[in-house]
């Protein structure tokens, strides 16, 4: 189940609590001057849980799980794991795993050997008998049993990036951060691996943060997803909440593809009309005069509406067609049923389904 | 007559690795083709040996009627746009962009006009000043895209050229290089491990494996009718139910391990074993229907949601509305719209129907 308030994570400390977090870097970050990677970033994780945290490339992703994992020192706020603050913790000393998107393994040892190194520090006194069967334990969820005594540099990519997983996992961390893990593999492998460490995941019963750039990763794997732009957590909440009600411009824009369409209107009577003058919708009678309103391409509907669009690219998504539109001189993405019968060059009168339209007040 | 021509194209490593098994494709004026498959399907390997980059170890090359297989790269013709480029590091963005019609002695006003209008359709205007090395690595791709763009050869070719952009980007850079591609009409050769790019890019994917082509089609039958268990299972996301099985009573119906009963079928010439395919939007909860599993993910994806039904027959995708929501571990039948039920053999891999 997907329970982000787990009544647990009330009773115990959560997993993961940031409050405040700041870092900055370059010119006069000592001094509190230098660009700020993070900002102010609050974040609480319940034992259990799965975040994703959604971002584009330079918006603090990979900073955000290096102070976690104590190999960067924030400037302003703190972390605290399961409940201790994390300062009094070196990072050999917090229990977390991180994984990368470049898969970090040892070339010429086998596979049984890069999962067994994690265990074999004299500091962890397992004996060889705990440390096989963990490995095996490890190689049979990750489905590399088979090649546990192949070099590591005779793998493909996608079985690099297990054999990687399953060194953070043989460890039985309490936190597992990963960057980007999936990023360099091909995308149906990365399809596939999504449901698969998403149910990975679930068994092992360790909570997640999990960084990337991938939308389909975000909306299909988080308990909760939590969008990171310029150092900033911009909105926090289950992926059919974010996409659903994005709190903002700026989160509707990070999260779905294609992407919402957002429009500066104004509201005359009950229309919503851009300031060049087109007629987009019907408006509640009681909404603000002046609003951005976001649609989603799967709720703008191909007839009825009060202005021409024209088509001017139709892409093939399988299930779906996606049209790439102008209407007056407006971007419009629609996502449309498979045997919508537009084409390049073809005209309609988009309208949007009222119920859906989100709508954000503008000064 | 085609415009770019593939006849028994072959590429063997010295080491006896036969990277490319002799294939053929006719690629038309202004045809924009996609050559899909999974690392080492030997669709770069292909793409090499149309620009010129490799020697096919049997085959020929044709170029608007003339072999070109021995010809260099210089002497074909091409614009090559590859995933990863060497800008000149000394040179603004600008004269990076510039620098293809430099080389072909293109007037300077005219240069100037056609840098910026790539520029502009990119999204690069800002940074024309810059030097390479003050770019992001997104920034830095585009600009290579650009640089390839600005200038018309006869065909262009492209290396997974949008392999490092985050997906906002990468959905407007396919949406820019489909206009291109409908406005200037250049044949295109496209290489990409994505599927849905794939999709979305290409007036025919070529899906091709261990060397071979599996089939050449519009994006739309690859999809609907994939021409074997590889190419329905590789396109789409997820890519296509199958279910081992046999077909029985004639044909009329369909059987698989742990079934209570048989699932009826449209009637079907022949019996015997079979694998089944279907597409997730053609599957759907049905309480009565015999062929039963339990819910193993339930995952969202936006304007829908794919619930994950694993049973005795393997796992099964059925895409639904998004606030269907699926409880994890609930034991629901699933049945087939008969219109989107595909059949394969499962001893060649191939359609039965």
Not at chain 2, 32 to 61: D, H, N, Q, Y
Not at chain 2, 338 to 343: S, W
Request: with cysteine; glycine share 8%; hydrophobic share 45%.
């Amino acid at each position: 189940m997907s329970a982000p308030e787990n009544r647990e994570a009330f009773v115990r400390p959560p997993a993961l609590e940031l409050r405040g977090v700041t870092k900055r870097f370059g010119a006069g970050a000592s001094a509190g001057r230098g660009a700020r990677a993070l900002d102010g970033v609050d974040l609480v994780l319940g034992e259990r849980e799965f975040l994703v945290v959604l971002g584009p490339t330079g918006a603090g992703k990979t900073t955000l799980l290096r102070t976690i994992a104590g190999l960067e020192t924030p400037d302003a706020g703190s972390v605290a794991l399961h409940g201790r603050d994390a300062r009094a913790l070196a990072p050999a000393d917090r229990d977390v795993a991180l994984v990368f998107q470049n898969f970090s393994l040892y070339p010429s040892a086998t596979v049984r050997e890069n999962l067994a190194f994690p265990l074999a520090a004299p500091a962890r006194r397992l004996s060889r008998a705990e440390i096989d069967e963990r490995v095996a334990w490890a190689a049979k969820l990750l489905h590399v049993e088979r090649l546990l005594d192949r070099p590591a540099k005779k793998l493909s990519g996608g079985e690099m990036q297990r054999v990687a997983i399953g060194r953070a996992i043989v460890r039985r961390p309490k936190l597992f951060l990963m960057d980007e893990p999936l990023t360099n593999l091909d995308a149906k492998l990365r399809e596939e691996l999504r449901v698969e460490l998403r149910e990975l995941a679930r068994e092992l019963e360790t909570p997640v943060v999990w960084v990337t750039h991938d939308q389909a990763e975000a909306l299909t794997m988080a308990d909760r997803v939590a969008l990171l732009v310029d150092g900033r957590i911009v909105q926090t909440g289950t992926p059919e909440d974010v996409y659903a009600r994005p709190n903002s411009p700026l989160a509707a824009r990070e999260l779905g593809t294609p992407p919402m369409n957002l429009f500066d209107v104004e509201r005359k009577d009950e229309r919503w009309i851009t300031a060049d003058g087109v007629e987009l919708a019907r408006a509640d009678a009681g909404a603000p005069e002046r609003a951005t309103i976001g649609v989603r391409p799967e709720h703008v509907l191909l007839d009825g509406g009060p202005s021409d669009a024209v088509v001017h690219v139709v892409e093939d998504w399988g299930p779906s067609r996606v049209l790439f539109a102008h209407v007056g001189a407006h971007a419009l993405h629609v996502l449309a049923p498979r045997d919508c019968a537009l084409r390049a060059g073809d005209r309609f009168r988009p309208t949007f389904d009222v119920r859906r339209v989100v709508v954000w007040p503008r000064a | 007559m085609s415009f770019l021509v593939l006849e028994r194209l072959e590429k063997t490593w010295p080491d006896g690795t036969r990277a490319v098994k002799a294939i053929d494709l006719a690629i038309e004026p202004g045809e924009f083709v996609v050559l899909l498959g999974p690392s080492g399907c030997g669709k770069t390997t292909t793409l090499r040996m149309i620009a010129g980059l490799e020697t096919p170890t049997a085959g020929r090359v044709l170029l608007a009627g003339d072999d070109v297989t021995r010809r260099t790269p210089a002497e074909r013709d091409i614009g090559f746009v590859f995933q990863f480029y060497a800008l000149y590091p000394h040179l603004s963005v600008a004269e990076n962009v510039a620098f293809p019609l430099a080389c072909a002695k293109v007037a300077r006003a005219e240069r100037d006009a056609a840098v910026a209008r790539v520029a502009e359709r990119i999204g690069i205007t800002a940074l024309l000043a810059k030097k390479p090395r003050q770019l992001s690595g997104g920034d830095q791709q585009k600009v290579g895209l650009a640089r390839a763009l600005v200038r018309k050869p006869a065909v262009w070719l492209m290396d997974e050229p949008l392999g490092t952009l985050d997906s906002s980007e990468r959905l407007a850079m396919c949406e820019f290089l489909r206009e291109q591609q409908l406005e200037q009409r250049v044949p295109t050769v496209y290489v990409t491990h994505d599927q849905e790019e794939a999709m979305r890019l290409a007036d025919r994917v070529v899906v091709m494996a261990e060397g071979s082509v599996l089939q050449a089609a519009p994006p739309a039958v690859v999809y609907s009718d994939p021409a074997t268990l590889f190419v329905a299972r590789f396109v789409g996301s997820p890519g296509m139910n199958l279910v081992e099985g046999e077909l029985v009573d004639g044909g009329g119906a369909f059987r698989t391990a742990g079934m209570a009963r048989p699932l009826p079928l449209a009637a079907r010439a022949r019996s015997g074993p079979v694998v089944l395919g279907a597409r997730p939007e053609f599957v759907r909860f049905d309480a009565s229907s015999p062929l039963r599993g339990r819910v193993a993910v339930d995952a969202f994806h936006g304007p829908c949601r794919y619930a994950h039904v694993e049973g005795v027959f393997g796992r099964v995708a059925a895409r639904r509305g998004a606030e269907e929501r699926a409880s994890l571990g609930d034991e629901v039948g699933l049945a087939f719209d008969p219109a989107g039920v595909r059949l394969f053999d499962p001893a060649t891999g191939g359609r039965l129907a």
